[in-house]
């Protein structure tokens, strides 16, 4: 079956680095849309970064000029540079996998997601 598997995370203070993966297998990486999103506690599970397959980006407003997406189709993996870490982006970031045609910012459009990894900023 299709497997995400992220990793990457850990604790860091305010203002440090951190660069997410996320390996993908058992799909044709090349023809996928692809996606983070993060949940925070208590909080429900939002858009952060996406690619689509022709490498087209879109950010959203909380992470914009902070956060990197890329993607390597000969690795079937995507990345998630987080500079300027704050506080408030302690969360669990999640990638996903969409096979729609444009980029995709609404959760219910990706068909499989990876299990998460934590990241926490400290102040």
């Known amino acids: 079956q299709v497997q995400l598997v992220e990793s990457g995370g850990g604790l860091v203070q305010a203002g440090d680095s951190l660069r997410l993966s996320c390996a993908v297998s058992r799909l044709t990486f090349s023809n996928y849309n692809m996606g983070w999103f993060r949940q925070a506690p208590g909080k429900e599970r939002v858009f952060v970064a996406a690619i689509n397959r022709y490498s087209r980006i879109v950010y959203s407003d909380a992470v914009k000029g902070r956060f990197t997406i890329s993607r390597d189709n000969g690795k079937n993996a995507i990345y998630l540079q987080l500079d300027s870490l704050k506080p408030e982006d302690t969360a669990v970031y999640y990638c996903?996998?969409?096979?729609?045609?444009?980029?995709?910012?609404?959760?219910?459009?990706?068909?499989?997601w990876g299990q998460g990894t934590q990241v926490t900023v400290s102040s």
């Open positions: 996903a996998a969409s096979s729609t045609y444009s980029v995709v910012t609404d959760g219910d459009g990706y068909d499989f």
